[in-house]
């Protein structure tokens, strides 16, 4: 008795057909594209969570140089000012537009520059930078601002390979029949100005 179980010739087509047509999806983006977007969206919420860790350690710095250096009103209320309109604009990961996008940075580099002004104001009080607790939130600053450079540039580059996921044969096709997803808004760091805005604020010890 033969042990080989036989199957028919037409169901052996099928089965190839099957697994082609699989194996043509998993290629053609039916399953990439939507995946890129759920990584573009989980790097924007990263993003914008370490921008809140920033924002929340501000109070207290604030607090602690405002003990030392309480005539440098007009820096404190700057950064004080800064975070208010940087915690006010907010982006929905799900759906960013490029005008909010713009939005969103401007008030994030805004709250850089204010913070930059702070650090260097900082310098001129020698009572203040020996104290325990605003050493403590300038290292815990300088930690989350080195994080929001790695998750912005991870940010990018999720953004880069959607957007080729949906605009550059052959997913692109798949997109046009399937998704409709659009380009999403790119951060742009390229110029000399918006460089200069992001810059994070320089933290001495």
Known sequence: MNSWIQIPQKSLVQLAGAGFFALALTGCGVQSIPQA????????AEVTNVYKRRADLIPNLVYVVKGYASHEKETLEGVVEARAKATAVTIDPSKTSPEKLKE???AQGQL???LGRLMVVSENYPN???DTGFRDLQAQLEGTENRITVERKRLIDT???FNNLVTVPPTSFTNMLIYHFEKMPQWDLDS???TKVEKAPEVKF
């Open 37 to 44: 977007k759920n990584a573009t969206e989980a790097a924007t």
């Open 112 to 114: 850089s520059q204010a």
């Open 128 to 130: 203040l930078k020996a």
């Open 104 to 106: 969103f940075q401007a």
């Open 192 to 194: 000399v100005e918006k």
């Open 159 to 161: 953004i880069n390979e």
